[in-house]
Structures are given as C-alpha cells and as structure tokens.
C-alpha cells in the first residue's frame, strides 16, 4: 500500500514563504517524476511544477521565479518552496508521483490529499 503525505501548508502573509513536502510512503522502492497542482475554489485544477527523476524541471508562468521544485530520491520525497506568495496563489495544492512499489515492475499514479494554502493579510 503506497500513499503520498502532505505537509508545509497553511496562512502566510502576501510576501511570504511556506515549503511544501510529499512523502510517499508504504511498500515505495523509489519515485519518478513528481508534480505538484493547485486548485482553487470554483476553478480547474492546474499544474504547478514538476520534476523528473533526471532533475529537470517545468513550472506553470504564473510561478516561475517565485517557486522551486525539488527532491529527496533517498527519502522518497518531493518538495515545493514558495516565495513571494499573492493572494491569487491561495488554492489546495495536491501533490502527485509515479511511484514504483515492490509489488509491481511498473510504476503506478497517486495523488495526495492536498493541503490548503492561504496568502491574505
């Protein structure tokens, strides 16, 4: 059983920072690529950012140079570092991984559970 958790998000003040993290837990040999997605209230869900297990890397233009994805390959786990936070970057973001298990030579999809992120004054 694999899952991918969340944590890092909460209320931060327009100019602030907050640092997302997903671990995938459970029976995980390792992760490919990882994306992270947002969506908020009464809109589609978008990509954010995601990296592959070479590194390399694609954000949406509404994040670029104010984001930075990142990961852990030895502790399964993806990042997202937040700079410079609007309030138009208030959504849940959800975390998502190709992640291979012990079970299955090929690797499988998951989504976490998402986490709230809010940026007011």
């Known amino acids: 059983q694999v899952q991918l958790v969340e944590s890092g998000g909460g209320l931060v003040q327009p100019g602030g920072s907050l640092r997302l993290s997903c671990e995938a837990s459970g029976s995980v040999v390792g992760i490919d690529a990882v994306g992270w997605y947002r969506q908020a209230p009464g809109k589609q869900r978008e990509l954010v950012a995601i990296i592959r297990s070479d590194g390399s890397t694609k954000y949406a233009d509404a994040v670029k140079g104010r984001f930075t994805i990142s990961r852990d390959n030895a502790k399964n786990t993806g990042y997202l570092q937040m700079n410079s936070l609007k309030p138009e970057d208030t959504a849940v973001y959800y975390c998502?991984?190709?992640?291979?298990?012990?079970?299955?030579?090929?690797?499988?999809?998951?989504w976490g559970q998402g986490t709230q992120v809010t940026v007011s004054s």
């Open positions: 998502n991984a190709d992640v291979f298990d012990y079970n299955d030579p090929w690797a499988d999809n998951y």
